[in-house]
Structures are given as C-alpha cells and as structure tokens.
C-alpha cells in the first residue's frame, strides 16, 4: 500500500499560481496512476488530472484544461499539480490518489483509486 501526502495548499488572489506535492511511500510511484481530485463544500469530489504509471499519458478534467499541468519525479517519488490561473471556482480541498495498474487509461472516478491522501486546502478569492 502506497502513502500519499499533500503539500503546497494555500490561499491565493484569483489570477494567481499554487503548486501542490504529493509525496509518496511505500511503493514507488512508477507502478501507479496518479491522480488529482478536488472537492468544494457540498460538494462531491471531482476528478481534476492524472498521469499513468509511465508517464506518457496526462488526462484533464475540462474545468483545468489549459491551466493545470500534473508531472511527477520518479527519483523524488512525489507529483506535482501545478495550477496556473486560478479562479474562485478552485476552491476546494485537493486530494491525490494512487491506482495501483499497468494501464495507460484508467477510469477517472474516485472509487477507481485505492489510496488517498489527507487532502490539502486550495482557497481562490476574487
């Protein structure tokens, strides 16, 4: 079982960069899809980016299309989630998760994903 922990959550003006970190244990990242989730007050968590166990392949929720980018350090075992452009509608608390496959393309629900971290606070004021 992988571990999964989230940094990198703050508040920040609309407009403005934030990049998160997920740093893993236990296993090495190279046998996971790793993804980005979110989820607002009242709302159900979200599938925000994933990137596959070998790193060719990157999947975007449309919502982040163009401003988020996900990447990972192999040597470092950790994936970032670098959020460009930040608007209001980002607030959440970010979650990164881990699916243990040798898939290229995986389903991109929650319930797909075995390991979750703690979850980090992203704020976005206007």
């Known amino acids: 079982q992988v571990q999964l922990v989230e940094t990198g959550g703050g508040s920040v003006q609309a407009g403005e960069s934030l990049r998160l970190s997920c740093q893993a244990s236990?296993?090495?990242?190279?046998?996971?899809?790793m993804g980005w989730f979110r989820q607002a007050p009242g709302k159900e968590r979200e599938f925000v980016a994933s990137?596959?166990?070998?790193?060719?392949?990157?999947d975007y929720a449309d919502s982040v299309k163009g401003r988020f980018a996900i990447s990972r350090d192999i040597a470092m075992n950790t994936v970032y989630l670098q959020m460009n452009s930040l608007k209001p509608e980002d607030t959440a608390v970010y979650y990164c998760?881990?699916?243990?496959?040798?898939?290229?393309?995986?389903?991109?629900?929650?319930?797909?994903?075995?390991?979750w971290g703690q979850g980090t606070q992203v704020t976005v004021s206007s």
């Open positions: 998760a881990a699916k243990r496959t040798l898939l290229e393309r995986v389903t991109t629900t929650p319930q797909s994903f075995g390991s």
């Open positions: 236990g296993r090495t990242i190279s046998s996971y899809t």
């Open positions: 990137i596959s166990w070998s790193g060719r392949t990157t």
